[in-house]
């Protein structure tokens, strides 16, 4: 998946590890940079906006942490899965999977399977 949609997902799962407390932005130790994201997420629904790409994710979720998400900067739908702590699903724009894990004190971690690599973040 592309590096700002990782980005997304990264800070979706661990604003969902940090019981949904308010984060308004993500380090991403890859490049060694925040970058500013903001908005609602809930059990239900998420509707964020990332200000570095001024682009829109937004989705339904089923209430048992599955998600249906789509990426406003590719026009491209997300399958999101969460669960005490640990994520799962697959980005249609690269046809590939992703899993990770996100910890309380905000810190994720995904395997990018269309990269073969693993990247860090913390929210």
Do not use: C, P, W
Request: charged share 15%; aromatic share 18%; hydrophobic share 30%.
């Amino acid at each position: 998946m592309d590096t700002q949609t990782r980005r997304r997902i990264a800070y979706v799962a661990g604003r969902l590890a940090k019981l949904n407390t308010a984060a308004g932005s993500i380090y991403d130790f890859q490049s060694g940079q925040h970058y500013f994201i903001s908005g609602d997420i809930t059990h239900s629904n998420v509707a964020i906006f990332d200000y570095t790409t001024s682009s829109h994710m937004s989705g339904g979720g089923d209430g048992s942490g599955g998600y249906n998400l789509f990426d406003y900067s590719n026009s491209q739908y997300i399958d999101f899965k969460y669960k005490e702590g640990t994520f799962e699903g697959f980005d249609y724009a690269s046809g590939s999977h992703f899993n990770g894990k996100a910890s309380i004190n905000g810190e994720v971690g995904i395997f990018d399977y269309s990269t073969g690599q693993y990247y860090s973040f913390t929210v």
